[in-house]
């Protein structure tokens, strides 16, 4: 009997290489019919090549690929799905101006008898598939009208109606709401049920340990170990996938002898439905961390405060003086700066270089006469690149190379070499590796130690309690309470921001 053929998947010594990195090296897992497992280690272990590898988008160097015990090779994701395996990226695939029905059935329409598209059975196909994972919304609207966590269904959807018999998850809740995430984990444990297998690549440990089966960890590109997640707990996992263990990091918290005079104070700040009646002040030296579910207003909030929406009213008062933000340029004139959640989008560029990035915030510095002072940048952005330790082959690197965790080191460095008093960081370590989001939370801290005044906007509650010196907890637009971190827990925290039976005063 061959030795794989009670897998549904095996990974077989594979190996991927690129010019200067060893992507993969002898990798090899298995995966099994009516199993999650879970993928995880730091950005740059492995885990994009390998989901590359498995969907058809990468030929390996060496090492093969077996589904049901039986030898296959895959030179485009075509052939890939055609053999059962689909994914579903944290970038979601689809269409915005075509329906539900037109997304799942692209590229295979069914026709009619004139050889036309058959609409009427293309939506009752689209339907019956939706129902069978309790989907209310119509396969007629186009799916730039659904929210995210619908998006992510119809990319699922449009998986299994191909016949896939595997499943891979690349950061599936990176977008979600708590709610959406909830469900997306029902509808996983609904097709392990049905005999797929799944593979769920995340940053949160907290999901991969109560929704799969198995962990397989992978550091610098090779294979550390698979263990049966109810046998393992978080130490351990970390502990693999950086090589060493973690300090504490519950010492992060600044003292009040650290906090300086106020240099922000908002008052009464509003816009429309978004957020309404903000009050609070920013100290130097301190870490202010505004917590929210989805809908919150926290982001539209910090937005509205440099200046992207001129409709918001209210008063600001800027190391003393009354301000009025009508341009982020003007934010950073009076030195605010604000690092978006949507680093690829708003953020960087990824197409340039470490250099054409740092050229984009500190123009002043580097061209002050309109002359581009070459040597100059090179030094600033070096400069920055070692105080980081941003890993990068050159100053010259695109962007679109370097890992998750080294882009958001770049927009970091980026901004701080604008010398800002206010720096206002929105998700700061979201899609972000262990090691590098503990790498992160200590570089705030220090710039907090340094005299800095950082806003801190983040969705994930134990890094709010783990980086903040206070936390400004918001629910509908509403600013509930600020909490100094001693005072405050999980529990608490929780119950102000999703409790509509709880209310709390700013303070």
Partial sequence: MNEHASKLLRVDQVSKAFPGVQALSDVTLDLNAGEILALVGENGAGKSTLIQVLTGAL?????????????VHFSHPQEAEGAGISAVYQELSLVNNLTVAENIFAGRQPLNGVKLINVGQMNRESREWLDRFDATFPPTVRVDSLSVGNQQLVEITKAMSRSARILVLDEPTSSLSLQEADRLFDLLRQLKSQGLGIIFVSHHLEEVFDNTDRIAVLRDGELVGIVPTETSDEHQIISMMVGRDLADLENLHGTEAERGDKVLTVDHFSKGKHFQDVSFDLHYGEILTFFGLVGSGRTEMARALIGMDAAATG?????GKPVRLSHPSEAMRLGMAYLSEDRKHEGLYLTKS????????????VAPKGWLLWDKLTALTKKYVQNLEIKTPSLDQKLRNLSGGNQQKVLLGMWLATDPDVLIVDEPTRGIDVGTKQEIHRMLRQLAREGKAIMAISSDLPETLIISDRIAVMRQGQLKSILPVAEADEEKIMILAASATQEGEAA
């Avoid at 008063?315 to 190391?319: Q, Y």
């Avoid at 054409?356 to 500190?362: D, G, H, I, S």
């Fill in 59 to 71: 030929e390996p160097d060496t090492g093969c690929l077996f589904l049901d015990g039986k030898e």
């Fill in 315 to 319: 008063t600001i008062e800027l190391k």
């Fill in 354 to 365: 470490l250099k054409e990035n740092f050229l984009v915030t500190n123009l002043d510095k």
